[in-house]
């Protein structure tokens, strides 16, 4: 998709510059590798409480968002101090994936250092605040989980650099990750700017991951070089090099038990159609000192004080099951454009709906629809759903 069908800036909400829906003003908070701390955690409880709707919600990019607020300085104030808003030039921008069980489970490097000095170097170059909104860094520790979720630039344990989806073929060790990656990120605003366009995705630029490849050889010279594969592949969850580590990217990150490296036992748990109340919010941050929130609406307890069966009786999935797969927008009556209350029809179909991933949709748009298969289900203007394709009366 060429630069040129772009007629508007990219409006992604943040923060500073909320977006305003049906429920009043959304803002969304971004967290480099979904790492959020105890204290953080317990002050988004009480914004929640105080400022919104009363939860917080977890959107497909690993990041969260408060929904029924007003316009005021309070929000900013209150995660400024719990160390959620570093920037306020480059807060839109903080888009950063990390493999959720890096340097706990798995994989092939651990990435966790490399999203919190990515996060940094980002705030540091003043040009890179122009980025879009929407524009997606990624780190994978070599399992293919967040390198599978569209980001516009990727390094992939051992050491390959993707753009917008396609191997380069230029070896990158994980010492230069951040310095490629952060001058990927110029060469694409670069190449943007020489287009006269305004793309907000490295996918809509022409030859977009040839011309950011060409630009990084020029600028390091020696300090890449070629795969042995050389020029460039498409990257998809079974082509990874190293997908055998994962049969699918999410699989890693599904509530339930995760058996440590180190001999210990993480947790990963949910919360329903990915919202979390104030009392979960606290209670998470009793669990120990940080969490890691995924692209798909579970989070990662890296030593968990509680027992499953307390996070079960505060309301979290604590296991794999219908209630685990079930996603849903924000549909009536906080979204205007929504059709439905499909949260509250999804909840209700829980245990009628196909098995595996589901999202239910409020309109045509999709918000919030995870990467990857899944069933399919949209509101209709005259009520029931159209799920994968097929009008129905009703969900499940």
């Not at 020489?194 to 990084?216: K, Y």
């Given at each position: 998709m060429p630069a040129a069908v772009r007629s508007r800036a990219d409006a992604c909400p943040g923060v500073f510059a909320p977006h305003d829906a049906a429920d009043g003003a959304l803002a969304r908070i971004r967290l480099p590798g979904g790492v959020i701390d105890a204290k953080a955690l317990r002050v988004l409880a009480g914004c929640a409480e105080e400022?919104?709707?009363?939860?917080?919600?977890?959107?497909?990019?690993?990041?969260?968002?408060?929904?029924?607020?007003?316009?005021?300085?309070?929000?900013?104030?209150?995660?400024?101090?719990?160390?959620?808003?570093?920037?306020?030039?480059?807060?839109?921008?903080?888009?950063?994936?990390?493999?959720?069980l890096s340097g706990i489970a798995g994989g092939l490097a651990d990435v966790r250092g490399l999203a919190a000095t990515?996060?940094?170097?980002?705030?540091?170059?003043?040009?890179?605040?122009?980025?879009?909104?929407?524009?997606?860094?990624?780190?994978?520790?070599?399992?293919?989980?967040?390198?599978?979720?569209?980001?516009?630039?990727c390094w992939r344990a051992p050491g390959a650099l993707l753009v917008a989806g396609m191997d380069t073929g230029l070896v990158v060790t994980a010492a230069d990750a951040v310095a490629v990656l952060?001058?990927?990120?110029?060469?694409?605003?670069?190449?943007?700017?020489?287009?006269?366009?305004t793309a907000w995705r490295a996918a809509e630029l022409a030859e977009?991951?040839?011309?950011?490849?060409?630009?990084?050889?020029?600028?390091?010279?020696?300090?890449?070089?070629?795969?042995?594969?050389?020029?460039?592949?498409?990257?998809?969850?079974?082509?990874?090099?190293?997908?055998?580590?994962?049969?699918?990217?999410?699989?890693a990150a599904?509530?339930?038990?995760?058996?440590?490296?180190?001999?210990?036992?993480?947790?990963?748990?949910?919360?329903?159609?990915?919202?979390?109340?104030?009392?979960?919010?606290?209670?998470?941050?009793?669990t120990g000192p940080t969490a890691v929130v995924t692209p798909w609406r579970t989070l990662v307890l890296p030593a968990s004080r509680l027992a499953a069966t307390e996070l079960a009786?505060?309301?979290?999935?604590?296991?794999?099951?219908?209630?685990?797969?079930?996603?849903?927008?924000?549909?009536?009556?906080?979204?205007?454009?929504?059709?439905?209350?499909?949260r509250a029809d999804a909840l209700a179909a829980i245990g009628r709906l196909p098995a595996g991933r589901v999202h239910v949709s409020g309109c045509a748009r999709r918000c919030g629809a995870p990467r990857g298969r899944h069933v399919d289900a949209v509101a209709l203007v005259d009520g029931g759903y159209l799920i994968d394709g097929i009008a129905r009366a009703e969900l499940g």
């Amino acid at each position: 998709m060429p630069a040129a069908v772009r007629s508007r800036a990219d409006a992604c909400p943040g923060v500073f510059a909320p977006h305003d829906a049906a429920d009043g003003a959304l803002a969304r908070i971004r967290l480099p590798g979904g790492v959020i701390d105890a204290k953080a955690l317990r002050v988004l409880a009480g914004c929640a409480e105080e400022l919104g709707d009363g939860r917080v919600h977890l959107t497909s990019r690993g990041n969260l968002q408060l929904r029924g607020l007003s316009r005021s300085p309070a929000l900013a104030a209150r995660l400024t101090d719990a160390g959620l808003l570093p920037s306020a030039t480059h807060e839109r921008v903080r888009n950063v994936l990390a493999s959720p069980l890096s340097g706990i489970a798995g994989g092939l490097a651990d990435v966790r250092g490399l999203a919190a000095t990515l996060d940094r170097g980002l705030c540091a170059r003043p040009e890179l605040a122009e980025l879009p909104g929407r524009f997606l860094f990624a780190l994978d520790d070599g399992r293919g989980d967040v390198a599978a979720e569209d980001p516009d630039l990727c390094w992939r344990a051992p050491g390959a650099l993707l753009v917008a989806g396609m191997d380069t073929g230029l070896v990158v060790t994980a010492a230069d990750a951040v310095a490629v990656l952060l001058d990927a990120a110029e060469a694409f605003l670069a190449l943007r700017a020489a287009d006269g366009g305004t793309a907000w995705r490295a996918a809509e630029l022409a030859e977009g991951p040839a011309r950011i490849a060409a630009a990084l050889v020029y600028a390091h010279g020696a300090g890449l070089r070629p795969s042995q594969h050389g020029g460039f592949a498409a990257v998809g969850v079974q082509q990874s090099h190293h997908a055998a580590l994962t049969d699918t990217p999410a699989a890693a990150a599904r509530p339930g038990p995760v058996p440590r490296a180190d001999g210990g036992t993480a947790l990963v748990v949910a919360p329903l159609l990915g919202e979390l109340t104030a009392d979960q919010l606290r209670l998470l941050a009793d669990t120990g000192p940080t969490a890691v929130v995924t692209p798909w609406r579970t989070l990662v307890l890296p030593a968990s004080r509680l027992a499953a069966t307390e996070l079960a009786a505060a309301g979290l999935v604590v296991a794999p099951g219908p209630a685990a797969d079930v996603s849903a927008c924000a549909g009536r009556p906080g979204c205007a454009k929504a059709l439905a209350d499909v949260r509250a029809d999804a909840l209700a179909a829980i245990g009628r709906l196909p098995a595996g991933r589901v999202h239910v949709s409020g309109c045509a748009r999709r918000c919030g629809a995870p990467r990857g298969r899944h069933v399919d289900a949209v509101a209709l203007v005259d009520g029931g759903y159209l799920i994968d394709g097929i009008a129905r009366a009703e969900l499940g």
